[in-house]
């Protein structure tokens, strides 16, 4: 395997020369899971989801797992530590998701979680990518937490390592935490680390109760197609086609099918977009969304206020 296919040593498997260095090391593997990100997180992460973005073979979204995190999703673009990470994640049963792709190409398809972590990765984002992701991001993730290194790359094109300018990237975020450079000591593989943890200004989570969705005429819906009832007898459709008279047939149906298809998604992948909330915690956008995540149990949405 080349270098950075075998970046990360997972337990079982054939141990390089590389990895019998830093295996131990405090700024590696898991040492770097322990010391600058792990301490940024809760201790019960239940109910809690979480993306590593740039997982390499997904060490981390083991550690993620094993720390109670209920939906974990990593990505990466190398297809050789992906298959890797596919296999060793197999191995060990893991539920987590690993997805090939390069990172400012997924984050549209990804869901909405409450950490997303970027541990020596965005340093390998363009600039324009960079500030391109960071905008979506804000939208997608509660918690930020990254890793970064001393500088790596001079070139204005690239975003930079320092943390001085993360945190300038980041300055419409809330600094929750930082950890500055721990002390080499005698460890066998030392290297300078920064760990930030950033809070979105724009998304919050809530209990799904405490918000109105405004009308209830799509209650029973979702869980009548999960029952394999055929949309057309629902009492949801019979009522949309009381009152949209002027749609035809066709449009009516494919507007049907088009929120099924949504709550597919939903169930598949989580919620990719948050409800838009306004006064008296009214729902004024995502009613659709709001009745689906009610049908499938959850306890919390994600939000934006006007």
Same mark, same amino acid.
């Given at each position: 395997?080349?270098?950075?296919?075998?970046?990360?040593?997972?337990?079982?498997?054939?141990?390089?020369?590389?990895?019998?260095?830093?295996?131990?090391?405090?700024?590696?593997?898991?040492? #770097?899971?322990?010391?600058?990100?792990?301490?940024?997180?809760?201790?019960?992460?239940?109910?809690?989801? &979480?993306?590593?973005?740039?997982?390499?073979?997904?060490?981390?979204?083991? &550690?993620?797992?094993?720390?109670?995190?209920?939906?974990?999703?990593?990505?990466?673009?190398?297809?050789?530590?992906?298959?890797?990470?596919?296999?060793?994640?197999?191995?060990?049963?893991?539920?987590?998701?690993?997805?090939?792709?390069?990172? +400012?190409?997924?984050?549209?398809?990804?869901?909405?979680?409450?950490?997303?972590?970027?541990?020596?990765?965005?340093?390998?984002?363009?600039?324009?990518?960079?500030?391109?992701?960071?905008?979506?991001?804000? &939208? @997608?993730? &509660?918690?930020?937490?990254?890793?970064?290194?001393?500088?790596?790359?001079?070139?204005?094109?690239?975003?930079?390592?320092?943390? +001085?300018?993360? @945190?300038?990237?980041?300055?419409?975020?809330?600094?929750? =935490?930082?950890?500055?450079?721990?002390?080499?000591?005698?460890?066998?593989?030392?290297?300078?680390?920064?760990?930030?943890?950033?809070?979105?200004?724009?998304?919050?989570?809530?209990?799904?109760?405490?918000?109105?969705?405004?009308?209830?005429?799509?209650?029973?819906?979702? @869980?009548?197609?999960?029952? =394999?009832?055929?949309?057309?007898?629902?009492?949801?459709?019979?009522?949309?086609?009381?009152?949209? #008279?002027?749609?035809?047939?066709?449009?009516?149906?494919?507007?049907?099918?088009?929120?099924?298809?949504?709550?597919?998604?939903?169930?598949?992948?989580?919620? #990719?977009?948050?409800?838009?909330?306004?006064?008296?915690?009214?729902?004024?956008?995502?009613?659709?969304?709001?009745?689906?995540?009610?049908?499938?149990?959850?306890?919390?949405?994600?939000?934006?206020?006007?």
């Amino acid at each position: 395997m080349k270098p950075f296919e075998s970046y990360q040593y997972l337990e079982g498997t054939e141990m390089t020369d590389r990895d019998k260095i830093e295996v131990g090391s405090k700024f590696w593997n898991g040492g #770097k899971w322990d010391n600058f990100v792990a301490p940024f997180l809760p201790k019960d992460c239940g109910d809690l989801s &979480l993306v590593d973005m740039g997982c390499n073979s997904g060490l981390f979204l083991k &550690l993620a797992s094993d720390r109670g995190f209920e939906r974990v999703i990593g990505v990466d673009s190398d297809a050789r530590a992906v298959q890797r990470g596919i296999e060793w994640r197999d191995k060990v049963k893991g539920t987590y998701k690993i997805i090939y792709s390069s990172m +400012e190409k997924i984050i549209d398809d990804l869901p909405i979680v409450d950490y997303t972590i970027l541990a020596n990765s965005h340093y390998y984002f363009t600039i324009n990518d960079w500030l391109d992701y960071l905008d979506k991001l804000r &939208l @997608k993730t &509660l918690n930020c937490i990254v890793v970064t290194a001393e500088k790596r790359h001079l070139n204005r094109c690239w975003a930079s390592a320092d943390f +001085e300018d993360v @945190k300038r990237y980041f300055n419409t975020w809330s600094l929750s =935490g930082f950890i500055d450079e721990l002390p080499f000591g005698d460890d066998q593989s030392p290297r300078r680390l920064w760990g930030l943890d950033f809070s979105s200004s724009l998304i919050e989570k809530v209990s799904i109760d405490s918000l109105d969705c405004g009308n209830h005429v799509q209650d029973n819906f979702y @869980k009548e197609i999960d029952n =394999g009832v055929d949309y057309h007898i629902t009492r949801y459709y019979r009522i949309l086609k009381s009152y949209r #008279k002027s749609w035809s047939g066709e449009k009516l149906n494919s507007y049907v099918l088009d929120k099924i298809a949504v709550y597919e998604d939903l169930k598949e992948n989580g919620l #990719k977009k948050p409800l838009l909330v306004g006064s008296g915690n009214l729902v004024l956008d995502g009613n659709h969304r709001y009745c689906m995540m009610k049908t499938l149990g959850y306890k919390e949405v994600f939000i934006r206020r006007t």
